[in-house]
């Protein structure tokens, strides 16, 4: 079957850095994506792996490997507005959306 | 960039009515939209793949003919949920994926919270 896991919740302090990570198995592959979800509001598009690595945008990086089927999202100098669900989906061979439960990533100050 | 609406934003009805949902791409042409339901705290999950002038397409344990999707346009998909029920009431998120352009591209709507009493 297909699968998509990442933890529940996270909790991080204002200006430190998080790592939150994904792991999945899917019938094929066709890229993984990270959006960011506040509460009561629909996803938006956060990041967009197909190929192996890093890839930096800003504050926020994605790391994709698909011979582990893991990939990361890491969140630099966090700012209270950071705190929201991350959701990690990966695109299977039809192009659908598989998605993760997503992780609540919670911001002290 | 590219824009999609969903109307009403927020809807609240009585058990056994039915809802009608609106999902629009504004400056884009749609040939593929997508309807998900979102419980609290749980993923998104694909109810159907809507594409313009064809049947939809369900996911298995959909009932499609609760569910019904309505692709009547390039740019306008409607879901409507018929004699809903209290356990329908969730969070539906539509999503469209520009006529032209890559396969792996979405944009999705703002999302339409619906509680049935």
């Known amino acids: 079957g297909q699968n998509i896991d990442q933890p529940t919740e996270m909790t991080a302090t204002e200006g430190a850095i998080v790592q939150i990570n994904c792991t999945y198995q899917?019938?094929?592959?066709?890229?993984l994506f990270w959006y960011q979800q506040h509460a009561g509001e629909a996803p938006t598009f956060l990041s967009y792996?197909?190929l192996d690595g890093l890839e930096e945008k800003g504050r926020f990086s994605s790391f994709l490997s698909r011979s582990k089927g893991y990939s990361y999202l890491l969140l630099k100098e966090l700012q209270m507005k950071d705190s929201a669900s991350y959701l990690c989906?990966?695109?299977?061979?039809?192009?659908?959306?598989?998605w993760g439960a997503g992780t609540k990533l919670i911001i002290k100050p | 960039g590219a824009v999609v609406s969903q109307h009403p934003s927020r809807v609240i009805c009585k058990s056994g009515t039915s809802v009608k949902i609106e999902c629009r791409s504004l400056?884009?042409?749609?040939?593929?939209m997508f309807w998900y339901r979102q419980f609290p705290k749980q993923s998104l999950m694909l109810m159907a793949t809507?594409?313009?002038?064809?049947?939809?397409?369900?996911e298995q344990g959909v009932e499609k003919d609760k569910f019904l999707i309505n692709h009547a346009s390039l740019t306008l998909s409607t879901l409507t949920v018929t004699s809903a029920h209290p356990e329908d009431s969730s969070f539906y998120i539509c999503?469209?994926?520009?006529?032209?352009?890559?396969?792996?591209?979405?944009?999705f709507g703002p999302g339409t919270r619906l509680l049935v009493l």
């Open positions: 999503s469209a994926r520009p006529q032209t352009g890559e396969q792996e591209t979405q944009y």
């Open positions: 400056d884009f042409q749609a040939t593929t």
């Open positions: 809507s594409n313009e002038g064809s049947k939809a397409t369900y």
């Open positions: 899917t019938s094929g592959f066709n890229g």
């Open positions: 792996n197909v």
């Open positions: 989906a990966v695109m299977d061979s039809n192009y659908q959306l598989i």
